[in-house]
């Protein structure tokens, strides 16, 4: 079945993510989406904040795939790649994926991806919640990493709904074939355009740092690094950086 949108927009909320659980919660329809002005209390991965002054893009969309939550996990790497196919679109900088869902303009993070997901009947997620931030015509101070937007990174100037429209045409398809296909269909394309492939990557997790050579992706959306002693590490989550050459 065709995915259609039924989009929300509000002038301010504090967050479009926990809006849209709630939505979810009391039995929303997939193809839900909320976009906001302004978040007061944007969140991003691990924890973080998200700054979200009014210019940017600030949207959630609700989604009920019939998918474990492993498989629904590596929708953000499939959300990345319309993001990725709509800047390259945009822009004549070079546009990059760094793992796990973030997109990069000349090595600039431009935009950020919180999946979360909720419940499980017959093995199968309820719900699932794509957020998705896009900088458009500011960007916040370089904190983790080097930031920019759009028209800083020489793009056009657009709305936030005029963003919305054009993402949401892009994503629509990208989505439709990963809920029949999975990820496989996209995996070679998100790493033909990653940022570090064959690099020596420092990967800060939880607990611990762990350096080595960013090898592969799973199928399942994994880190696979090389370390010094022949040996493979795995890693779900965390925060990666290129090292310095
Ligand atoms: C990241 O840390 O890179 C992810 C940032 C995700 C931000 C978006 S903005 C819309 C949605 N609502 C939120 O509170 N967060 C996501």
Not at 97 to 111: A, C, E, Q, T, Y
């Amino acid at each position: 079945m065709s995915l259609i949108f039924r989009v929300e927009a509000l002038a301010e909320i504090d967050s479009t993510n926990d809006a849209l659980k709630h939505r979810a919660l009391a039995g929303a329809e997939e193809g839900l989406v909320l976009r906001a002005d302004v978040q007061t209390a944007g969140r991003g991965r691990r924890g973080r904040s998200w700054v979200s002054e009014a210019g940017n893009l600030y949207m959630s969309i609700l989604l009920r795939p019939s998918k474990s939550p492993a498989e629904a996990a590596t929708l953000g790497f499939v959300a990345a790649i319309a993001l990725g196919r709509l800047l390259r679109a945009l822009l004549t900088m070079p546009v990059r994926h760094k793992w796990p869902n973030d997109v990069l303009v000349d090595g600039r993070k431009i935009s950020g991806i919180l999946l979360e997901s909720g419940g499980i009947t017959g093995g199968y997620v309820d719900w699932l919640v794509l957020g998705i931030g896009l900088n458009l015509r500011h960007h916040p101070a370089e904190g983790l990493y080097p930031t920019t937007d759009l028209v800083a990174a020489g793009g056009p100037i657009l709305s936030p709904d005029q963003a919305m429209d054009l993402l949401l045409a892009e994503f629509r398809p990208v989505y439709e074939a990963w809920r029949s296909g999975g990820f496989a269909a996209f995996r070679q394309e998100w790493l033909a355009h990653a940022s570090g492939l064959g690099d020596t990557v420092l990967a800060r997790l939880e607990r611990e740092e762990v350096t080595g050579r960013f090898d592969d992706i799973d199928p399942d959306g994994t880190l696979v690094m090389g370390l010094a002693d022949g040996s493979k590490r795995r890693i779900a989550a965390g925060d990666i950086f290129v090292a310095p050459r």
